[in-house]
C-alpha cells in the first residue's frame, strides 16, 4: 500500500518561510505538492520530474521552491516570503509512470500576524 507521509505545516508570520517534505514509500514519475484554501479548488503548486523538470504556479513563481531526493523517496517545499493568501492545506500527490496518483493527507500552512 502506498503511503505519503507529510510534515512541515504550522503558522507563520507573513514574510516567514515553512520547508514542507512529503515521504513516499516508493519511487514515484512525479511528486508534487497542491493547495486547497476554504471554500476553493484543489490547485497545483509545484511539480518535479523524475528528471528533476520542475513546474511552478504563477503565485509560487520567485517564492517557493520544489525539491526531490531520490535516495530517500521525499519531495521538498522551500516556501519563502508567505503570504496570507498562501493559507491552505498543502497536500502531496506522487504520481506512477503508469498515471496513477496518491494523495498524502494534507498539512495546514496558516499565514498569520
Known amino acids: 500500500q502506498v503511503q505519503l507521509v507529510e510534515s512541515g505545516g504550522g503558522l507563520v508570520q507573513p514574510g516567514g518561510s515553512l520547508r514542507l517534505s512529503c515521504t513516499a514509500s516508493?519511487?514515484?514519475?512525479?511528486m508534487g505538492w497542491y493547495r486547497q484554501a476554504p471554500e476553493k479548488e484543489r490547485e497545483l503548486v509545484a511539480n518535479?520530474?523524475?528528471?528533476?523538470?520542475?513546474y511552478y504556479a504563477d503565485s509560487a513563481k520567485g517564492r517557493f521552491t520544489i525539491s526531490r531526493d531520490y535516495v530517500k523517496n521525499t519531495v521538498y517545499l522551500q516556501m519563502n516570503n508567505l503570504k496570507p493568501e498562501d493559507t491552505a492545506v498543502y497536500y502531496c500527490?506522487?504520481?506512477?509512470?503508469?498515471?496513477?496518483?496518491?494523495w498524502g493527507q494534507g498539512t495546514q500552512v496558516t499565514v498569520s500576524s
Open positions: 500527490r506522487a504520481e506512477s509512470i503508469f498515471q496513477t496518483r496518491y
Open positions: 516508493g519511487n514515484f514519475f512525479n
Open positions: 518535479i520530474t523524475s528528471g528533476g523538470r520542475t
